[in-house]
């Protein structure tokens, strides 16, 4: 099987960081729960861009904690022979610090994509399956007939109820999910079984 996974808000949990860097500079506050459609209306494009900005620097991509059990489901995947891509809107000049978090988390990544046209560059990949937090690219990929899922947002439960996505409040719960797609894991990743006995009662980076 060949994935596709996001990384902010679904590799890492990204929305404090933003929030934080709008109510710094600007006095904004972004709660995170009232976050109910993708659009951030209450920050200008301009106040938006500079706070994507701050917390994309490279200090701060480096400093990201992913979320609990990620790295280990999507190691387990790739050492199952499943192929790896990792996908950003982020800013071009994001790329190589991108590419050293990863490796420093110890994320496996057989392709690295970072640019506008994730959907686009998924369907040339032939992907398989797409992990991502926006509910238009969700929409986007299902239309092209790529199988979706992702981890809960407020930004995306509508979509998660009425369309055809496989949706996850945690990593350990989306890996269980999406077992009968990707089948049993090999050592080194998240157990399902085990998963699901504990919730009882070389970098090749594109352009």
Known sequence: ????????????????????????????????????????????????????????????????????????????????????????????????????????????????HISHDKVGRCVQSSIDLLIDDSPENLASALEHGITVATIAHPWNRDLCEEEDVICAANWSQLALQLAPITGPQRQGGVSTGALQRSQEPDFRVVE
């Open 1 to 112: 099987m060949r994935i596709a996974i996001d990384i902010d808000s679904t590799l890492h949990h990204y929305w404090d960081r933003l929030s934080a860097a709008a109510l710094r500079r600007f006095g904004i506050d972004l709660p995170y729960e009232e976050q109910i459609v993708w659009g951030i209306t209450r920050l200008r494009p301009e106040q938006l861009h500079l706070c994507i900005q701050e917390t994309h620097c490279d200090t701060a991509i480096l400093a990201g904690e992913p979320y609990p059990d990620a790295v280990q489901t999507v190691r387990g995947w790739h050492e199952s022979g499943h192929f790896i891509q990792v996908t950003s809107h982020r800013d071009p000049q994001t790329r190589d610090a991108t590419a050293r978090w990863l490796e420093q988390i110890g994320v496996p990544c057989d392709e690295l």
